[in-house]
């Protein structure tokens, strides 16, 4: 079956820095969206691209679907504090489940 | 708007008993999803309902149950308990196969 792979696992950021998370398909998807879930909370939907080379910007955060539609990357730029849970990315599969990956947690460092 | 609802948020059953978790979804939502997510891992898809009908099942053993009422409110049942069944349990609502509004979830705990 499909899997959702992400990577790092973990991002340790200095505040003000930038990174960078990926996300990797074993399979074509129809779209991908992203979540965030700060400690303690659930997901929260962050957005969703459909097209093959989409590129999203969402104030700090710049949200890439690759030209084959099997991967995904989230940038963030300039850290700040606010910026700290775990960033998911999510497939559809069999046109009614979400695969997640497994996340990146983020912590920021003062 | 209220946003997805689910009870109890907390919830702490002995190994063999039986749980039953609660999701009222968002007004005008037709679609529920249940979700495992274990400490330190990304949700598990458990089923989905759509318009009372189960349009998926994931890989879960037949402890795991659910249903949709007409007011598409939804119930996931686990007979059984495992140790291995304590971790949060979410709900989604979507309004077909578009963004998921998960709920604060159910924190599970079995002893």
């Known amino acids: 079956g499909q899997q959702v792979m992400q990577i790092p696992q973990y991002q340790h950021v200095q505040e003000g820095e930038d990174f960078t998370t990926y996300c990797n398909s074993s399979?074509?998807?129809?779209?991908i969206q992203w979540y965030k879930q700060r400690p303690g909370g659930h997901p929260v939907f962050l957005i969703q691209?459909?097209?093959?080379?989409e590129v999203k910007k969402q104030k700090r955060l710049t949200f890439q679907f690759g030209e084959a539609k099997k991967n995904s990357s989230l940038h963030i730029t300039a850290t700040q504090t606010t910026d700290v849970g775990t960033y998911f990315c999510?497939?559809?599969?069999?046109?009614?489940?979400?695969?997640f990956g497994a996340g990146t947690t983020v912590t920021v460092r003062a | 708007d209220a946003g997805v609802t689910q009870s109890p948020t907390h919830l702490i059953k002995t190994r063999g008993q039986q749980v039953t978790l609660r999701c009222s979804p968002i007004?005008?939502?037709?679609?529920v999803s249940w979700y495992q997510q274990v400490l330190g891992q990304g949700p598990q898809f458990i089923f989905q309902?759509?318009?009372?009908?189960?349009?998926g099942r994931g890989n879960f053993p037949d402890r795991f149950s659910a249903r949709q009422f007409p007011n598409y409110s939804s119930e996931l049942n686990v007979n059984a308990l495992l140790l291995g069944d304590s971790a949060l349990y979410l709900c989604?609502?979507?309004?077909?196969?578009?963004?998921?509004?998960f709920g604060q979830g159910t924190r599970l705990t079995v002893v």
């Open positions: 989604a609502s979507s309004l077909y196969n578009g963004e998921a509004f």
């Open positions: 399979t074509t998807l129809s779209n």
């Open positions: 691209l459909v097209k093959s080379g």
């Open positions: 999510a497939g559809p599969v069999d046109d009614y489940k979400l695969s």
């Open positions: 007004s005008g939502h037709k679609s």
């Open positions: 309902y759509y318009e009372k009908e189960e349009r």
